[in-house]
């Protein structure tokens, strides 16, 4: 597959939080980049996605392939993540996170630098689903408090606060952050 521009504004996450991100808000309209956002098709969709997190390389004993079954099982992963950010509480969706996990399991092994871990997978297609819901559980037991959601109304992203002292609010300063403030700044200007 050729290298496409990946469309999302906010890439980088952590693998769960990268793949809630496949959604966005562009002009007041949701986007999906695994349903043709962008002008791409959904598997190129896909690729993109596997592309941008090192999924797809050859540098991997086995990539992973831009195919219908790893498709779905990622679609499958997204709304278990999505529901369970939103509301930790929901039983529901932390079966289906656990149901994904069902499909993978981490191998300890020795590297020449010491311990490791290698995941293994009863099917391929459930690798990178597999490897986003694990990642969740790695940020749970890193900063549960950390996984955040754009505080800008009309955004949809996600992100994992790395600051400092842990008050980041939007997925971005330079676009959310800055239309919240100026939106603010017209509220005012407006009273006046």
Known sequence: MTPTADPRPLTGEPL?????????MHEGALQDLFAGAAGLTRLEGLGVWLSANGLETEGLSAPFRA???TLIHLLTAR?????????HGD?????VVDAVLEHGRVRLTLDPEGPGERPEFD???WGPAWLAARNYLDLLDTAPDRIRKCA???CVLHFFDT?????????????CGNRAKASRHYARSRDH
Do not use: F, I, Q
């Open 16 to 24: 769960a939080l990268d793949l809630l991100n496949t959604r966005w």
């Open 79 to 87: 709304e278990a993540l999505a529901r369970v950010v939103e509301d």
């Open 67 to 69: 195919d219908a079954p």
């Open 123 to 125: 099917d391929r297609a």
């Open 91 to 95: 039983p529901k969706a932390r079966e």
């Open 163 to 175: 600051s400092r002292n842990g008050t980041r609010r939007w997925c971005s300063m330079a676009a």
């Open 152 to 154: 800008h109304e009309a």
